[in-house]
């Protein structure tokens, strides 16, 4: 069965410091697609990034960076030198066209402290 | 231009109430969703529309009626609310069903509407 575990209910971190987010995912599907997405305490869902599992790079966007890592089935979202607006729940995600839906996993709450 | 539109923002009402949320989007999407994101931010599916025709519905209560008069909007109608169906609904929508390349989400999202029953 398809499923996105996220373990980590809640991490805090002091400012500056970095942080990873882990994610794994169940899926007997060689083509699937994962994401992650950010909640604000405004409540909007924020998209961030999106993985093809035939893409081959890992991606870096400014502060933040993804590793895919299929083998172990885990896509990790680090955050380097943290700040205080990263404060957010963060989901990973996962979609199967088989499926045509996406499953969020439980989110994990990311405290950034001043 | 707001894509996907929710309303109301705040709903609050009385148990035994019926009540709707209505959804659009402008983006010309054929598909469109209901999530119920609960108190422990859990974001679960309920519902995927196609061109107006119903493709997923998950197991949801009766109560919980979709309706899609156009590929543009999908409301959600709730009978009899019960103090459990307090949550933040969100609307979504999507270019298709179906992914392929490409590097953006494949879900537009809604603010939300956030559902209290008393």
């Known amino acids: 069965a398809q499923k996105v575990t996220q373990a980590q209910t809640e991490i805090s971190v002091v400012e500056k410091e970095d942080v990873t987010l882990d994610c794994v995912y169940e899926?007997?599907?060689?083509?699937?697609?994962l994401f992650w997405y950010k909640q604000p305490p405004s409540g909007e869902l924020v998209f961030l990034i999106r993985r093809n599992s035939f893409d081959e790079q890992n991606e870096i966007s400014g502060r933040y960076s993804w590793n895919f890592q299929k083998s172990t089935s885990s896509f990790n979202f680090t955050i380097t030198a943290s700040q205080v607006v990263d404060s957010a729940v963060y989901f990973c995600a996962l979609f199967m066209n088989r499926d045509d839906k996406i499953i969020f996993g439980k989110g994990t709450r990311l405290h950034i402290l001043p | 231009d707001t894509a996907v539109s929710q309303t109301p923002k705040y709903l609050v009402t009385q148990m035994g109430n019926d009540k709707s949320i209505k959804c659009e989007q402008n983006l010309g999407h054929d598909t469109m969703y209901w999530y119920k994101q609960d108190s422990k931010k859990f974001l679960k599916i309920m519902f995927s529309?196609?061109?107006?025709?119903?493709?997923i519905n998950e197991t949801v209560p009766n109560r919980f009626s979709p309706k899609s008069p156009d590929k543009a909007h999908l409301n959600l109608h709730i009978n009899s609310l019960e103090l459990g169906d307090s949550a933040v609904y969100f609307c979504?929508?999507?270019?298709?069903?179906?992914?392929?390349?490409?590097?953006?989400?494949?879900?537009?999202f809604g603010n939300g509407t956030r559902l209290t029953v008393t």
């Open positions: 899926t007997r599907d060689t083509t699937y697609y």
């Open positions: 529309y196609n061109n107006k025709e119903l493709i």
């Open positions: 979504a929508s999507s270019p298709s069903a179906r992914l392929g390349t490409g590097k953006r989400s494949p879900l537009h």
